[in-house]
């Protein structure tokens, strides 16, 4: 994943973007980068998936995922969007990433049953047996134990819903929360600041 530029850069971006009061949702998402890992730690739990949401664009919900991402490494090669990725190519980065974060920007662009599939798959800790051509169980090696960071303008909760009458499963599978906040910064002071994190990670 890399190590480049300087971590005192990188404390900088975060202590001016988000170390004031109102911010907490968003210092929320940035540590849930160094939490993952701690998943680990816990035998009866694979992964939950952290949603954050907010009716409006622009609130900075993704800029504090790929924040968390940049603590591991190259936030831009690392984050999955909306439709870039099958869902085989989605399991085998999660199991590959295995205990560090992963960002998925746009969840509720899925369909209510993608959705579930997701939030399920992510606290079993390990993919769907699948057979291979020949009628044989593919190798299944691929596990995780980590965090799936997911945004969207809409409440995940409200998708999950859509799929079943009784979506209680899926839902304690889910950290939801609003993420709305006010910032200090204009867009172009926040661009140029973040955009430093592109030569600044993974330290």
Known sequence: ???KGDYNVWKHIVETAYNQPGM?????LVMCGFA????????????????AYSTKTGKGKSTACQ????????????????????ANAFWGIIGTYHN????????????????????????HGR??????????????????????LA?????????LSYNRANATPELARVFEFNAKVEHRL??????????????????
């Open 24 to 28: 907490e949702p968003l210092q929320f």
């Open 127 to 148: 993919v769907k047996e699948r057979m291979d051509v020949t009628g044989k169980l593919r190798d299944n090696n691929s596990t995780w134990k980590n965090i799936l």
């Open 67 to 86: 924040t968390a991402l940049s603590v591991w490494g190259d936030w831009s090669a690392m984050q999955l969007a909306d439709r870039s990725t099958t």
């Open 1 to 3: 994943l890399g190590i």
């Open 36 to 51: 993952s890992p701690l998943f680990a730690l816990f035998g009866e739990v694979a992964g939950i998936t952290v949603y």
């Open 186 to 203: 204009n867009a172009a002071e926040a661009s140029r600041l973040f955009s430093q994190l592109l030569t600044n990670h993974g330290h």
């Open 151 to 159: 945004t969207g303008n809409n409440m995940l909760s409200e998708k």
């Open 100 to 123: 560090i974060p992963v960002v998925y920007d746009e969840l509720t662009n899925m369909s209510p049953e993608e959705a579930s599939e997701v939030v399920f798959g992510m606290s």
